[in-house]
């Protein structure tokens, strides 16, 4: 009987011991108001000091799987990703980061927008899209919908995309960094099966 206790209790501990712990390092909040507050802000004035400030409220390098408080915020984003793009291309650091801290918001339609954006910056700027993608790594299981964005915007011009496959490689090949060289080995391996 007394060893039945001494189990249920030990067994109750462990329990409260992970709940305690999942508690601690489960998903963090996001405050939506503050994000919705940044992103106009950096929608009216596109500088880095406003992606700067949103990049202190989005979730590092966890993805948000519950984002129901967050949901108008998040299209909101997505119906004027069209500015972040443009900065993004220009090589604006803290747009990049920002452009990759997205995907912690991101799900659906908004991803593949993301995906696209963020697949482009490869021919423009390999370098910055290597080093956030090692920054990021944790929020892709898969890079290949990256890396192959390009495939949804010419799926009936297969000479379209070899060309922009080429383009991909040829550019990351360009990239001698070795810290950034097993990333960018591997993003070389994943568009040459293509």
Known sequence: MYQQRMVSCLIGLFFLAVMTGYAQTGTPAVDWKGVEEAWNAYYAGPNEANAAKMLTLLPGNVKITDIRDGFLVVNMIYDHLGILEGEIYSGKPNSIKLGFSLFTISYGTFEIALNKIIGNLIAFNPQLFLEE??????????????LTSFLRDTPDDPVAQELEKRLRI????????????SLRNECIKILKKM
């Open 133 to 146: 993608l090692a920054a990021h790594r944790d929020l892709f299981l898969s890079l290949e919908p990256i």
């Open 170 to 181: 040829k550019s990351l090949e360009s990239i001698t960094d070795k810290p950034l060289k």
